[in-house]
């Protein structure tokens, strides 16, 4: 029987459900408690960012998180999490203590760096594969007034956008981000998004920003001082909530080419659907420094995370939509190299996208998967098949 481990919900390949077989629904299990004193939270796998930044946030804390706060811990942390905090805490596995694990031969076990270092070393970024993670206990950081928003610019200006966003990329520092996106607005308007942010002083942030926000002709700047907190929950409404139609690919870069930059302005003049996006993370500062043979999730040299984000309401045009993001991504895939973010991708139709993810460490996880899950009941996954 299929079987599916479901977290967040929020898997844009629908990972945490099946249609027929058993699902192993872990929405009831929310519950988080912070240390102050050790600076550290453990949740339960099936909470929310939201849940987990309220009361992390209380004490003037936080890890990395992802992007939107209803995404779920699980699979964002199995899958390696990259958040606004990732350039200066690293990637949420990066501040991953220890998690405990239902394995698939029924067993409880803690995965640390002193216990089941093995499973340890795969469930930070090896995905739903090893097992169910009942609970999972983090790193925290003080995290307090933080400075953050969106500078819009016309999709008619995007390139050049594009070109100075890709030279001032390199020259951030660790506390600083600006992502991107290719989106339209709630009212249809074409345009392009710096998502921008800094964690550290005020004042210093709105210095490194300043040319950022000078440049060109911006159309709406949004950017402020926030709580953390509040910056979460910036992005939430109205893409990035549950219920909707979703299908997704990704892969990395370390050079926006451009060519590439060509190719995906053209292909945001023609987004199917308005909720649809062309998204793109820069990976800088502490996440780019960690070793890559530490842990399953190996993303780990300065580079841009590039997603296209198709998502719509009705499940009776998915196939127009899919079809319309497969060709956009062939386009755009000769420019990118073959390594993906599994937890941004529906690899349905692309298995071959996980081993080249991994690399030198494949045969290593699929030893892990044969020693906890030999018959491969956790699956429904970026899937690392047992090794033989
Ligand atoms: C709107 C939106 C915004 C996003 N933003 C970000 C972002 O900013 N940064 C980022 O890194 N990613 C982001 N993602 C991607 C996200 O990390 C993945 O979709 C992730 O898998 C979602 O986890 P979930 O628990 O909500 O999903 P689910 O659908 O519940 O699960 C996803 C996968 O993880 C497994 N899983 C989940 N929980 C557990 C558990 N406790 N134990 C074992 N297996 C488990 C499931 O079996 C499934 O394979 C976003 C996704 C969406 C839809």
Not at 114 to 127: H, K, M, P, Q, S
Not at 160 to 185: H, K, M, Q
Not at 348 to 369: C, H, M, Q, T, W
Request: glycine share 12%; proline share 5%; charged share 20%.
């Amino acid at each position: 029987m299929v079987t599916s481990v479901r977290g967040g919900g929020h898997s844009a390949a629908g990972y945490g459900v099946n249609d027929g077989g058993l699902v192993i629904d872990l929405t009831r299990m929310r519950a988080v408690s912070v240390d102050p004193i050790r600076r550290t939270a453990r949740a339960e796998g099936g909470a929310l960012w939201n849940e987990f930044d309220n009361a992390t946030q209380v004490h003037g804390l936080a890890t990395t998180g992802g992007t939107v706060s209803n995404t779920g811990i699980g699979g964002l942390t199995l899958g390696g999490g990259i958040g606004w905090l990732s350039g200066l805490y690293g990637a949420t596995v990066d501040n991953l203590i220890g998690a405990r694990v239902v394995t698939a031969d029924g067993e409880i076990r803690t995965a640390s760096s002193t216990e089941y270092v093995d499973l340890f070393l795969a469930i930070r970024g090896g995905g739903g594969n090893f097992g169910v993670v009942t609970e999972f206990e983090y790193q925290l950081h003080a995290v307090g007034e933080v400075l953050g928003g969106l500078v819009l610019h016309p999709l008619a200006a995007a390139k050049e956008v594009l070109r100075f966003y890709r030279d001032v990329c390199p020259t951030l520092p660790d506390a600083a981000e600006i992502n991107c996106g290719l989106l339209t607005s709630p009212d249809g308007m074409p345009l392009l998004g710096l998502m921008v942010g800094y964690n550290g002083p005020i004042a210093e942030g709105q210095k490194v920003m300043a040319p950022v926000r000078a440049f060109g002709r911006p159309v709406a700047d949004t950017v402020t001082a926030m709580s953390y907190g509040q910056r979460q929950v910036q992005l939430d409404e109205p893409n990035a909530v549950h219920g909707l139609q979703r299908y997704w690919r990704s892969a990395f870069t370390e050079q926006l080419s451009d060519a590439l930059i060509d190719v995906m302005v053209d292909g945001a003049g023609r987004f199917s659907s308005p909720m649809s996006a062309l998204l793109m993370f820069y990976l800088h500062g502490a996440i780019s420094r960690v070793d890559p043979a530490a842990m399953a999730f190996g993303v780990r040299k300065p580079q841009w995370d590039i997603d296209v984000i198709g998502q719509w309401a009705e499940p009776s045009e998915s196939a127009h939509h899919i079809s319309w993001l497969k060709e956009l991504w062939s386009a755009m895939e000769g420019h990118l190299n073959g390594s993906t973010y599994l937890n941004h991708a529906a690899l349905d139709d692309k298995p071959e996208a996980v081993r080249a993810s991994f690399g030198a460490k494949y045969a290593r996880l699929r030893n892990i998967k044969a020693k906890y899950d030999p018959d491969n009941l956790f699956r429904m996954n970026a899937n690392i098949p047992p090794g033989r």
